[in-house]
T-cell receptor, first 112, second 110 residues
Framework: DQQVKQNSPSLSVQEGRISILNCDYT??????FLWYKKYPAEGPTFLIS?????DKNEDGRFTVFLNKSAKHLSLHIVPSQPGDSAVYFC???????????FGAGTTVTVRA | EAQVTQNPRYLITVTGKKLTVTCSQN?????MSWYRQDPGLGLRQIYY???????DKGDVPEGYKVSRKEKRNFPLILESPSPNQTSLYFC?????????FGPGTRLLVL
């Protein structure tokens, strides 16, 4: 039973526009959330994270929003660039638990 | 350069032939973990280790073994591989909540 769900397997967006990736979770013990980016033939790399005491975290073009009451988070990429084409995984962990639960991933394609 | 390395990167084997996938990290991390990635399922944890000689099962441990005799190494052992273990495997290490992943090992069991 997947505790982290990414319901959109793919997303296509034009270069320069906003990409919005969504993630839902079911475990109320999760209090730390991460986004990983994965290129083909490489391992996932950490992108951005947010703890449950915040509702927004920004890092350059990337912003993660957390809605704890809805058990929902989203990743915004503005503006989208061709190098952003990758698979994005949402992950979550509970306090002091190093174990990560991952979603199935969303493949983002940025069109020129 | 801080990194997690895995070997081999690609492996084709036959059912029942024991194999080991090595994982090594140079960041002095205490926590290490193995995941498998399958289409539509994301990454699922197989085993993890909090420190030397301390290992525990993740979500999908059946058919796998691990050992942690040194801090830097965390090999994944398939004693008798089966076709349902065909997958993409990732090793990861961490000193906090952010995990650093190796490049992956693609395994095909015939």
């Amino acid at each position: 039973d997947q505790q982290v769900k990414q319901n959109s397997p793919s997303l296509s967006v034009q270069e320069g526009r906003i990409s919005i990736l969504n993630c839902d979770y079911t475990n109320s013990m999760f209090d730390y959330f991460l986004w990983y980016k994965k290129y083909p033939a490489e391992g996932p790399t950490f992108l951005i994270s947010i703890s449950s005491i915040k509702d927004k975290n920004e890092d350059g073009r990337f912003t993660v929003f957390l809605n704890k009451s809805a058990k929902h988070l989203s990743l915004h990429i503005v503006p989208s660039q061709p190098g952003d084409s990758a698979v994005y995984f949402c992950a979550a962990s509970a306090w002091h638990d190093y174990k990560l639960s991952f979603g199935a991933g969303t493949t983002v394609t940025v069109r020129a | 350069e801080a990194q997690v390395t895995q070997n081999p990167r690609y492996l084709i084997t036959v059912t029942g032939k024991k194999l080991t996938v090595t994982c090594s990290q140079n960041m002095n991390h205490e926590y290490m973990s193995w995941y498998r990635q399958d289409p539509g399922l994301g990454l699922r944890q197989i085993y993890y280790s909090m420190n030397v000689e301390v290992t525990d099962k993740g979500d999908v441990p059946e058919g796998y073994k691990v050992s942690r005799k040194e801090k830097r190494n965390f090999p994944l052992i398939l004693e008798s591989p089966s076709p349902n273990q065909t997958s993409l495997y990732f090793c990861a290490s961490s000193a906090g909540e952010t995990q650093y992943f190796g490049p992956g090992t693609r395994l095909l069991v015939l």
